[in-house]
């Protein structure tokens, strides 16, 4: 009788190379992050590293209809892991929502002989990418980067980390002077839809208040809550406000509060702004950003197509473009107690 044959399971190596793709291409799209510059640096690497061809294209979608492209060597990539934003650039493209945008696209593509993008961003980009390769014959690979941290498949996205640590140091800077002229100050961060650098931040921070969208916002009890701390000598303090929270950005809250406050604060207002998008990624983000990105590189090698890889319990994970645009991360609920019993 002959002896079954076991079922050994293709290493990576076996699985790219059986699907020998030449050229592939890495664009960044949407609002640049920290770390973008890292995983662009992985992406060029690993393809080096199987003896693919790699083109860059700047600008995201807006490149791609435009032919912006640019060869990359791992020469292209040196000394660019420790610097924010991103080489290749970043845009928002109304066209590439139209056919005659996709159609533009896939002729560059085509014309340039790409076999597969690689698509560093967030669920607009994974949007795009998905509905394109839904219609055209190019497979797309993405990689989180958005300081939001509001991808679904993902414990952490890039720039996340590096968001926070900015943020922090920013709060900890107006704490200061909050406190040498005994002031209320509202700090406004980044957050249209999702909270998560508000209630993490403001619980590193020591913040008073964190105002997030997935919260009802109750102007009366945060005034009652201030009020309370002035009255046990508490003359400073710091309330955060995420900009998409349901009752305003920081200044309209600020306004409620001074009506009610009657005088008892010195408020003022910061709005952080683009600032949190800026600066050199940290250690976590350079590491995040290098593992999907050599990750998600050798998966479009190996034929994957339409997914996002993205980190969860420290492993890689991959996940369909749909869930990961369709699915929304929750905020730890745990963590908005935690934030009030600290604040008490």
Request: hydrophobic share 40%; glycine share 10%.
């Amino acid at each position: 009788m002959a002896e079954k044959k076991e079922n050994k399971e293709k290493t990576i190596e076996e699985k790219i190379k059986e699907q020998n793709i030449k050229k592939v291409a890495v664009f960044t799209s949407g609002g640049d992050a920290p770390g973008m510059n890292a995983c662009i640096r992985a992406v060029v690497r690993t393809c080096s590293y199987h003896g693919v061809q790699i083109k860059g294209i700047m600008r995201g979608y807006a490149g791609i209809i435009d032919g912006d492209f640019k060869n990359m060597t791992p020469r292209s990539v040196s000394n660019i892991i420790q610097r924010g934003g991103t080489i290749l650039k970043s845009a928002r493209s109304e066209e590439f929502k139209t056919k005659e945008g996709m159609e533009q696209a896939y002729f560059n593509l085509k014309a340039e002989r790409i076999e597969g993008v690689i698509a560093i961003g967030g669920d607009g980009t994974f949007r795009g990418a998905y509905e394109f390769s839904q219609k055209y014959d190019i497979p797309f690979i993405g990689v989180p980067g958005t300081i939001d941290n509001d991808m679904f498949g993902t414990d952490f996205t890039i720039g996340y980390d590096t968001a926070l640590n900015t943020v922090v140091e920013c709060i900890d800077k107006i704490r200061d002077t909050a406190h040498a002229h005994d002031r209320l100050f509202f700090i406004e961060v980044m957050g249209r839809d999702a909270g998560f650098i508000a209630l993490y931040s403001g619980i590193a921070s020591g913040a008073e208040a964190i105002l997030i969208p997935e919260t009802e916002t109750n102007i009366d009890n945060l005034v009652e809550s201030l009020d309370y701390g002035w009255r046990r000598k508490k003359t400073s303090s710091i309330v955060l406000v995420a900009e998409g929270e349901e009752v305003g950005g920081a200044i309209e809250i600020a306004k409620m509060v001074k009506e009610r406050m009657n005088g008892r604060y010195d408020i003022r207002v910061t709005i952080l702004g683009h600032i949190q998008r800026g600066g050199a990624p940290t250690c976590n983000d350079r590491v995040l950003a290098s593992r999907l990105g050599v990750r998600a590189t050798e998966a479009l090698l190996a034929g994957e197509r339409n997914i996002m890889a993205g980190m969860i319990n420290n492993k890689i994970v991959f996940t369909d473009f749909v869930k990961a645009t369709k699915h929304n991360t929750e905020i730890n609920r745990d963590l908005l107690r935690i934030s009030e019993i600290l604040s008490y």
